[in-house]
């Protein structure tokens, strides 16, 4: 009887153990030590911006801990619960190891420490960030943080406030679309104080490519900008205003903000519109010689061509039915087809969207997992890259995140596959180049 009551209270022991959900808290020195394991993971729920660069509140540094991963709470209701573990095995979280979640907001914490525990997980919990960020333990940080800014921060500007990294006293919002404010249907509400964009300012048809210099410097004049304000840019859809922060690098302007994700990331973080049109006061000068950085724009497909000779990669942002060559993907571009030699660089659905590069908010995926997924297509750091699409919105979005990151060579092939298919004599690849299948995203943009 003694030996069957000692094995019945060690198989409850192992039971309890193996369904144990209780979140056990792990101390700093505990955390360095096992920042190299790799049955460990640590996953920080911060929102994107203090992941990139900036300081949490008072932190002395900013950044994340070394080698951490993302996972937000926000995003679990938009992940069904048969695609939980896939979801989050692709950002590098699974069953067989430690996972270490760590935010500064307790309530956040909690939330996916314990979900992430119902689910089988075994969670550690790190509420030390502030003293680790405030010590010499390894942090990382992308180089042009500064670029890719939050709702929080953009609303401090406007408020007259000096937040991190904003050291001006000359500031423009810009609601970026297209057409006229007139017919700007997206700017009928928009971040109070903001003016509408129109992309006509700096580009034309029938290739869509940027105008010339003189004209886009006067549309500029007149839109109240020139190389010294502070630009903040944002759009309902994403593709507008990463275009034209490539745009506005390029003529020169050197302090260009993008908010990261759109309008409904501004007003879901609890900020208020306004449908006040807004007029600009023109400027008269632009203080620099359009372009500045001309470096960053192959115009035409025989300048792209040439510098494929020379070791250029060409990286389509186009869906990958554009890119094999099923679809054109626009009604007024009747070719199909890649220009010869072209990388895919992941995209989206269609034309209208980059879903690849999204968070499932709509705010700009890690920009790691992005390089991881370039990375098993031949796309790497030191690589001679340009970016394209069909007429360049898109290829803005991936030639962002280099620019987030620091990466040098990298460009937008302006004219895209729009101007290579307009001429016959440039050699275009159709179907799937070496029978190559489609590169899975890692990224369920869909959720449910």
Same mark, same amino acid.
């Not at 193996?18 to 020195?29: A, P, R, T, W, Y």
């Not at 970026?176 to 009928?188: D, N, T």
């Given at each position: ?54 300081? !949490? ?95 929080? +921060?953009?609303?401090?500007? #406007? ?10 006293? !000359? ?6 679309? +297209? ?11 928009? #971040? ?73 990331? +501004? ?65 007024? #571009? ?26 499932l908010d709509g705010t700009l995926r890690n920009p790691n997992e992005i390089f991881a997924l370039w990375k098993g297509q031949n796309i790497n750091q030191g690589d001679q890259l340009a970016f394209y699409c069909g007429t360049g919105w898109r290829a803005g979005v991936s030639w962002f995140m280099t620019q987030l990151a620091g990466w040098k060579d990298t460009y937008v092939y302006d004219g895209g596959w729009n101007a290579w298919q307009m001429d016959s004599t440039f050699p275009v690849q159709k179907g799937v180049p070496n029978e190559m299948v489609k590169p899975d995203s890692k990224n369920e943009i869909n959720g449910k």
């Amino acid at each position: 009887m003694k030996l069957k009551l000692t094995l019945l209270a060690t198989s409850l022991a192992f039971l309890t153990a193996c369904n144990d959900k209780s979140v056990k808290e792990i101390g700093i020195d505990e955390l360095v030590k096992n920042l190299d394991n790799p049955e460990f993971v640590v996953v920080d729920g911060r929102q994107d911006s203090l992941y990139n660069g900036f300081k !949490d509140g008072d932190a002395q540094r900013g950044g994340h801990i070394k080698g951490a991963v993302q996972f937000r709470c926000d995003w679990l209701p938009q992940i069904a619960d048969d695609k939980f573990e896939t979801f989050a095995k692709n950002k590098g979280i699974s069953k067989e190891k430690t996972v270490v979640f760590y935010d500064t907001n307790a309530e956040q914490l909690s939330c996916l420490s314990k979900k992430f525990a119902d689910k089988g997980y075994k969670v550690r919990e790190f509420k030390g960030f502030k003293e680790y960020a405030n010590s010499d333990k390894p942090l990382e940080a992308f180089p042009n943080f500064q670029y890719s800014v939050s709702p929080e +921060w953009v609303n401090a500007v #406007i408020k007259g406030e000096k937040p991190e990294t904003y050291t001006n006293n !000359d500031f423009m919002v810009f609601h970026v679309g +297209w057409g006229p404010v007139e017919k700007a249907e997206s700017y009928k509400q928009h #971040i109070p104080g903001a003016f509408h964009f129109n992309t006509d300012w700096v580009e034309n048809d029938p290739v869509w490519n940027l105008s010339e210099p003189k004209v886009i410097e006067q549309n500029l004049l007149n839109a109240g900008i020139n190389k010294n304000k502070t630009i903040i840019l944002y759009s309902d859809n994403q593709l507008a205003a990463y275009r034209i922060f490539w745009a506005l690098k390029w003529a020169g302007v050197e302090d260009v903000r993008v908010l990261n994700g759109n309008f409904a990331t +501004w007003t879901k973080a609890g900020f208020p519109a306004e449908a006040t049109v807004n007029t600009p006061t023109p400027v008269s000068e632009f203080g620099a010689v359009i372009p500045v950085n001309p470096q960053i724009n192959i115009s035409m497909p025989a300048d792209a061509m040439a510098r494929q000779q020379q070791g250029l990669k060409l990286i389509s942002n186009r869906a990958w039915d554009e890119y094999t060559g099923k679809i054109s993907g626009y009604d007024y #571009i009747p070719g199909k087809g890649e220009p010869q030699g072209a990388i895919w660089g992941f995209a989206g659905s269609d034309s209208s969207n980059m879903a690849d590069y999204y968070d499932l908010d709509g705010t700009l995926r890690n920009p790691n997992e992005i390089f991881a997924l370039w990375k098993g297509q031949n796309i790497n750091q030191g690589d001679q890259l340009a970016f394209y699409c069909g007429t360049g919105w898109r290829a803005g979005v991936s030639w962002f995140m280099t620019q987030l990151a620091g990466w040098k060579d990298t460009y937008v092939y302006d004219g895209g596959w729009n101007a290579w298919q307009m001429d016959s004599t440039f050699p275009v690849q159709k179907g799937v180049p070496n029978e190559m299948v489609k590169p899975d995203s890692k990224n369920e943009i869909n959720g449910k």
